[in-house]
């Protein structure tokens, strides 16, 4: 346990590089891995949940080492060429890694066993042993479709059209990428648009990926099996879901303005950017470009003053790790902030619907907890704060607290600041250099 405090804050200012992002990192190691010859990513993000990736792939037989200057060297093993690991593969808090490597292993014949940290074995695996076992492979899980699990990949995999029952980028990758090693089409439908980065990255290393829009507005995304995958060169971008943290904090410390560098802007992740625009948030975006396939932009950020918005469930996808910190700004905003269709959060790191709503509580903030929905009444500005919040291994929870606790009127505790580390390492020191006052409890005067 790693408490820490925030304390109201001077206004933030200067520039910031938020770490490469997780969900491209995870992609690069693993794609990377199924890679013939070498993939070079720069930029990758060096937080727990991705070295436990890199862990993985080296247990089941590729290269991963880090060369200088934050550069990974991934020597892959041709599609096919995995080994059977001889130890448990420990995923840590990922699921992500978990439910995208089980995907991977799902057409490769070998058998597996996987573990991670408790806030990962009470998320459901059952989303993707569902399409997985269509495809052939047979997976043991506890009750509940819950980890420890093992997997005995196919050696015959059949391909798989699957229609996905939850929104859900991690389930759809899944089944893509066990569709790589499958003869013949398999095809995800999905219901409602979610992060493309698999779809984009498998193009990236020469995989033919089709998407077609269904007549009921679905898309069917299609993957050709067995391509040829080359290494290739790969530029991370920085993860906007950790730049969500500092974006808010520049919104809700009076006289602030700062710069975040080199952030994606993917359309599928920037429902958050539009959701605070609605609430009256000067957020601009520059310097756009296109960077391995992905759009990354400067997001220059300044304070003000924020109204509160219904935000709709068609949103979720495009924001799902958002929540947290939207929470945050709609404490401060003047009036209500609606947030509908989110009761995926109860399966993230920890409920976080239910860790939300009691930390905005203990902060004095009124609130409404639905099954799938949250309801912030605001501040107006003047948060009590003084909470002692309770992080359930939640590192988007301790973060999001923590730039509560910058804009409150008394300092705010965080149990455990230790989960940060598996997506934003630095981040306590990085938003002090932009004029935060994070630290230790007791020892942020
Ligand atoms: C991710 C997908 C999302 C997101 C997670 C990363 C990904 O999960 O919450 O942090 O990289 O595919 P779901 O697919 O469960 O919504």
């Known amino acids: 346990m790693n408490p820490l405090e925030s304390r109201p804050a001077k206004p933030l200012s200067g520039a910031m590089r938020v770490p490469g992002d997780k969900s491209i990192s995870h992609r690069a190691l693993l794609i990377g891995a199924l890679a013939a010859g070498e993939t070079v990513i720069e930029g990758l993000l060096e937080g727990e949940d991705v070295l436990r990736t890199a862990a993985a792939m080296r247990a089941l037989g590729a290269t991963v080492e880090r060369g200088e200057g934050n550069v990974w060297h991934v020597r892959g093993r041709g599609l096919g060429g995995l080994t059977e690991p001889a130890e448990i593969l420990d995923m840590g808090n990922s ?58 990949g196919t050696a015959d995999p059949m391909p798989v059209h ?100 080199g952030v994606g802007i993917n359309p599928r992740r920037i429902g958050l950017i539009d959701t605070l625009r609605e609430m009256g948030a000067d957020i601009e975006i520059r310097n756009e470009q296109a960077i391995a396939g992905e759009p990354v ?74 099954e799938d929905s949250l309801v912030v009444h605001g501040c107006g500005g003047g948060i009590p704060g003084g909470g002692a919040i309770a992080t359930d291994l939640d590192h988007r929870i301790a973060m999001a607290f923590l730039v509560l606790g910058l804009a409150a009127e008394r300092a705010v505790t965080i149990d455990d600041s230790g989960p940060i580390e598996t997506s934003f390492p630095g981040f306590a020191a990085l938003m002090n250099d932009l004029g935060a006052a994070i630290g230790p409890a007791g020892e942020t005067r």
């Not at 490769?108 to 989303?127: K, Q, V």
């Not at 995926?344 to 619907?353: A, F, N, P, T």
């Open 95 to 152: 699921g992500t890694a978990a439910r995208l490597l089980m995907g991977i292993l799902a057409s490769h014949p070998l058998t597996a066993f996987l573990t991670g940290d408790s806030s990962l074995c009470r998320r459901p695996m059952g989303r993707v042993r569902a399409p997985l076992e269509q495809f052939g492979a047979q997976i043991v899980t506890r009750g509940g479709g819950r980890m420890p699990l093992a997997i005995i």
């Open 162 to 261: 699957y229609r996905l029952p939850v929104a859900s980028a991690q389930v759809k990758s899944a089944v893509l990428l066990a569709g790589l090693n499958t003869p013949g089409r398999t095809t995800a439908v999905e219901l409602q648009p979610t992060r493309d980065h698999t779809e984009r990255m498998l193009r990236h290393f020469g995989a033919e990926v089709d998407v077609a829009e269904e007549g009921d507005g679905a898309l069917a995304v299609t993957v050709t099996g067995q391509p040829e995958l080359t290494g290739r060169e790969i530029q991370v971008p920085a993860d906007i879901s950790s730049a969500a943290f500092p974006m808010v904090a520049a919104l809700i410390v009076p006289g602030s303005e700062i710069v975040l560098t």
């Open 297 to 370: 932009a400067d997001l220059r950020v300044r304070a003000g003053a924020l109204a509160g918005v219904a935000v709709p469930a068609s949103r979720a996808p495009s924001m799902i790790d958002e929540y947290p910190i939207l929470a945050v700004a709609a404490a401060v905003a003047e009036g209500k902030t609606a947030m509908h269709g989110i009761a995926e959060l109860r399966v993230k790191e920890s409920d976080r619907l239910a860790t939300m709503a009691r930390g905005l509580a203990a902060c004095g903030v009124e609130i409404e907890e639905g």
